[in-house]
């Protein structure tokens, strides 16, 4: 090319990447120089107190924003810890005033931490109150409310309204939790590390002055707001356990009266208070969460799938990032993570985000957090649930960043050891030396995009959050009026982020300003429910949210395409429920009571009957209670990846008498013997003897099945043997064959073979076609040795009820054909003759035929490559009626820190190590490029300490090492298992020969799925699925 040629080619590269410009994000940062804001919440990391006085020393301060002077636009109030607070009025455009020491508001105590505002006087005009902590270290300050005078002027009057409180104050909450009108508080307070703070649950029904949460009601006296407290008769825990960072207050059951959510940090568990509408609250958190975070942080409530129920998110400290990940402390042990259930009575706790989904009318809730993939975002403070971008889904922001980690194992590694080497006496004057130690923690805050409710996609970047920063008080508002949201963030040690918001999309919005009655004029507790063209949105005003912030009281709600609402309803806090009927244009709209159509009924009509296909039944008359050993797996194969000890109990259904209804078999834990319950003719359920199955309780009784084994015409049972607990060829894995008389009354067969290995399952069909029924017996894996698969067997009937093993069950391969962990025998092509249907841990289902008295793995059916998982159960039935039935399996399911693919499948690597005496297993996932090992340097080295402690001296060196960085060429020597799927899914069959993957609806991805039912629930005629499962293990 000549040298002519090649200028005028790199000018024209030069014009086009000249022309490049970034794309438009969501927000952008306003300087302060533009807006006016130049607070500061500046801390000194080395000062006395610090880090080690005070565990609180950087959880930053709130900000609140409102419209203190009801000229439409809200203003802002920064809480600095140490300094002075801050108070910017909002003059339009982004110009902000600073008004404090004019308006009175700057605050007195030398460590402030909470911020909200409401209307205490019911003047029409938001006063604020700024919460501290006192009289504790250095520490003076008092709770303090600043009325507003309406001329831009504070005085401070909290002793008068009895709200002057003192202790270890985070925030305060008000709303009207007895409906009478006025506006009663919840203050969430924090503990400190004591002995008094580390003792078991029973501790929370002791109350603490300082550390405990309050319940004030407002009892009015000469018509000013008069605030008593009534903690102890409301049912509200005040206790020392309770690390209280946030509280959140929403209607979550529908039934008028505001609830009330808890965070609690540490072993604490999160407190759920149903309002009972008589003034006392129910504690319900393990009857509605099934878990909870771990260190709950800020919270916000909001309805997240337009279902019309509001779900919550708490947030927590996981990181995303994988080398901060393993540098880090995260879950307890599992021994002391079972120790605080089983002996102190605490309620499962997961270091992560919870995302909890409200599908049980406020008494049951999901957490998706790891499906909809907001589980990880480092060191968390403030979620915020908002439609920012206006497309009629509530998006996800959270601040995040720490000024320095105290959680960062190779420090806690180096305070240990300094401790080691001074007297007790001298150790804080080595304070400056061991916080340059600790690591620094700003990292950019998180936004999340809401696809459709359910599943959230990362949009940091994109949404202008990529700078690392230590955010951690946040709100939002529409602070210039143009009908999106702003974002407000208190930083630590830099400025505070003002995010304006540019509304890239073009979508609309309507946004409500509420008029109450006098005591409540701002309406707070209001719940609106607004209708467009192409859907139905739901939201509920609160005041505070997020972490020690409250955002603005005008009700946001994103309306996509739609310009015109057609109807807005408005529940009222304590009724009426009002109908303003449209069309409204999209925009701001103020609504006063009194002035929509009264409706009949008091509340909101909620989607409850679409929820509750089945009632339960009471009294249910079966008193069956499983009891799960407290055996644990880890303790002796601490790398496998899931307990293998608690997959029981058993279940069976026939009719055992032949009087027409059907009974009931339910085996039983290991130590536990299983019970038959037989059935009368008005539906309810009769236990019988249970002499024949107890002497037989040692194992864990993981499957049954009813079937006909001596051709008599009535059914006997079959019972499966498995659990982690023994080893191979221990008597209690021996299965058994009970034979009915014909009139329920079952005997042993001592004549069967003995299989004493760990089993999974059982599939009868006459295989051989001779007329008796033959069984399949899954071996789900081999004591000491997960990954390397146990025999599964082949058991002929003779047609008398004895049954014989071959020397060989399978053709052309072992017998060891996988772990399995359930089968299904039927015939799949409707050549009439039957298939084996076999699914199992890190393996693709598989289809056997019985040819020359082997089981024979078919050739004859496509479409199941590249479906390995991990596989739980299998159901075979005709779903499209057309004669030839599909495959119903049920996998691990999408909500779980796995992530499988067909491009990157999940690995295990598995077999004998060079440095360890036993079977070890490696768990990789791909994660930033590289696989890595799933657990941390702690549990490997506890396993391979000769490996790992040698080769990484500190968790520093080992975080972000890729899987074959740490076990180097050692790993080409073990065995390697992939999973490739890990959704449930349906396998159309398609003729009897090929098979298509259709992954089953989203909700049945969030948990494990062990078993499905097939049945006609709308009686259309065709079969509908019920999938039963989770699983904690």
């Not at 120089?33 to 000062?47: E, H, L, Q, R």
């Not at 880090?51 to 924003?65: E, K, M, P, Q, R």
């Not at 002497?695 to 049954?704: F, G, H, I, N």
């Not at 015939?827 to 289809?847: A, N, R, Y």
Request: net charge negative; aromatic share 12%.
């Amino acid at each position: 090319m000549k040298i002519r040629q090649l200028i005028y080619l790199g000018f024209l590269l030069h014009c086009f990447g000249c022309q490049t410009k970034p794309a438009p994000t969501l927000f952008r940062l306003r300087e302060a120089s533009y807006t006016g804001i130049d607070f500061v919440n500046a801390i000194d990391p080395y000062s006395k107190p610090n880090i080690f006085d005070y565990l609180y020393y950087y959880n930053g301060g709130g900000v609140a924003a409102g419209d203190i002077n009801n000229d439409g636009l809200d203003d802002l109030y920064f809480v600095s810890n140490q300094g002075p607070n801050k108070l910017y009025l909002n003059k339009g455009g982004f110009v902000f005033e600073d008004i404090t020491e004019a308006a009175g508001v700057t605050g007195s105590g030398n460590w402030n931490t909470g911020i909200t505002m409401a209307d205490l006087n019911n003047d029409g005009l938001l006063d604020i109150y700024l919460s501290a902590v006192g009289n504790y270290l250095n520490f003076e300050g008092r709770n303090q409310l600043f009325i507003n005078q309406g001329n831009n002027q504070f005085t401070e009057q909290a002793k008068s309204y009895g709200l002057d409180i003192e202790g270890f104050n985070t925030q305060a909450v008000f709303f009207d939790y007895d409906l009478d009108g006025d506006l009663d508080c919840f203050i969430v307070n924090h503990s400190i590390h004591s002995v008094a703070s580390m003792q078991d649950s029973s501790m929370r029904y002791r109350t603490d002055a300082a550390s405990g949460d309050k319940l004030l009601r407002n009892d009015r006296q000469n018509g000013k707001s008069s605030f008593i407290d009534v903690t102890a008769q409301s049912g509200i825990f005040s206790s020392t356990l309770g690390y209280g960072l946030n509280a959140i207050t929403a209607d979550f059951n529908r039934d008028g009266w505001p609830d009330i959510y808890v965070s609690n940090d540490f072993h604490e568990e999160d407190y759920y208070y149903l309002n009972l509408g008589n003034g006392k609250f129910r504690e319900s958190n393990k009857a509605a969460f099934t878990h909870e975070s771990r260190f709950s942080m800020g919270s916000d409530a909001a309805d997240l799938n337009n279902d019309g129920w509001t779900d919550l998110f708490t947030a927590d400290m996981l990181p995303g990032e994988e080398k901060i990940l393993k540098e880090s402390l995260a879950d307890d042990p599992l021994s002391i993570y079972e120790h605080k259930q089983r002996q102190w009575g605490y309620h499962p706790q997961f270091s992560r985000n919870a995302l909890q989904l409200n599908i049980g009318e406020g008494n049951l809730f999901a957490d998706i957090g790891l499906y909809a993939g907001v589980a990880a975002t480092d060191w968390s403070w403030s979620p915020l649930l908002a439609d920012f971008n206006n497309d009629g889904w509530r998006d996800l922001f959270v601040s995040n960043g720490i000024v320095k980690r105290p959680n960062n194992i190779d420090f806690l590694k180096y305070a240990a050891h300094q401790a080691s080497l001074h007297k007790p006496e001298e150790m804080r004057q080595h304070d400056r030396d061991k916080l340059e130690k600790m690591p620094t923690g700003a990292v950019p805050n998180a936004f999340f995009k809401n696809i459709n409710g359910y599943r959230f996609a990362a949009a940091a970047k994109e949404a202008g959050f990529s700078a690392a920063t230590i955010s951690t008080g946040a709100c939002y508002a529409d602070l210039d009026g143009d009908g999106d949201l702003d974002i407000i963030v208190n930083n630590t040690n830099e400025p505070a982020g003002i995010y304006e918001n540019l509304q890239v999309t073009g979508n609309n919005s309507l946004q409500l300003r509420l008029i109450g009655d006098s005591l409540n004029p701002f309406a707070f507790g209001a719940a609106v429910e607004v209708s467009t063209q192409h859907q139905k949105l739901y939201g509920e005003l609160t005041g505070s949210r997020g972490f020690q912030s409250a955002s603005t009281i005008q009700l946001h709600f994103g309306l996509g395409k739609d310009s015109l609402t057609e109807q807005i309803i408005v529940q009222w806090p304590g009724g009426p429920t009002e109908t303003f009927t449209g069309p409204f244009k999209n925009g701001q709209r103020t609504i006063r009571k009194g002035t929509g159509k009264t409706n009949t009924e008091k509340l909101l009509a909620a989607d409850s009957n679409k929820r509750r296909l089945f009632t339960e039944k009471k009294p249910a008359s079966i008193d069956f209670n499983h009891r799960e050993d407290e055996f644990s797996d880890f303790n002796n194969q601490e790398l496998i990846p899931q307990k293998l000890s608690t997959e029981g109990p058993a279940m069976a259904v026939g009719d055992i008498n032949s009087d027409g209804l059907e009974d009931i078999y339910l085996g039983g834990a290991k130590g536990q013997a299983g019970c038959m319950y037989r059935q009368l003719p008005d539906g309810s359920f009769l236990p019988l003897t249970k002499q024949s199955f107890e002497p037989y309780a040692a194992a864990e009784e993981v499957d049954a099945v009813f079937f006909d084994a001596d051709n008599d015409k009535d059914l006997d049972l079959y019972t499966v043997t498995g659990g982690n607990e023994f080893f191979e060829g221990a008597i209690p894995l021996r299965d058994r064959l009970y034979l009915n008389d014909g009139k329920g009354n079952f005997e042993i067969n001592p004549a069967l073979p003995g299989l004493a290995i760990n089993k999974s399952c059982v599939a009868a069909g006459d295989l051989d076609r001779d007329g008796d029924i033959d069984l399949f017996i899954g071996g789900r894996a081999i004591t000491g040795r997960y990954g390397q698969a146990p025999p599964s067997y082949l058991l002929i009937n003779d047609g008398k009820g004895n049954f014989l093993q071959p020397q060989r069950s399978f053709a052309g391969v072992s017998d060891s054909i996988g772990m399995v962990t359930d089968a299904v025998i039927a015939d799949l092509d409707k050549d009439g003759q039957l298939e084996l249907v076999v699914v199992g841990d890190w393996m693709e289902p598989g289809i056997f035929e019985f040819n020359n008295n082997l089981l024979e793995k078919s050739t004859r059916f496509g479409g199941l490559e590249n479906t390995a998982g991990y596989w739980k159960t299998i159901v075979v039935q005709d779903m499209n009626e057309d004669g030839f039935p599909e495959l119903i399996a049920g996998n691990l399911g999408t909500n779980t820190k796995l992530k499988a693919s067909a491009q990157f499948p999940l690995k295990l690597y598995h077999g004998p190590l060079a440095h360890a005496q036993s079977y070890e297993q490696v768990l990789a996932v791909y994660k930033e490029g590289r696989y890595r090992s799933f657990l941390g340097k702690e549990e490997l080295e506890r396993r391979l300490p000769a490996l790992i402690r040698k080769k990484y001296a500190d968790y520093s060196s080992f975080a972000g090492q890729s899987v074959e960085q740490v076990f180097g060429e050692q790993l080409t020597k073990l065995k390697k298992l992939e999973i490739h799927e890990l959704s449930s899914c349906i396998f159309m069959n398609q003729s009897g020969r090929q098979f298509k993957k259709i992954v089953l609806p989203e909700e049945v991805q969030w948990s494990t799925v062990f078993s499905f039912g097939v049945v006609d629930l709308d009686k259309d005629g065709r079969p509908d699925l019920i999938a039963g499962g989770n699983f904690s293990g």
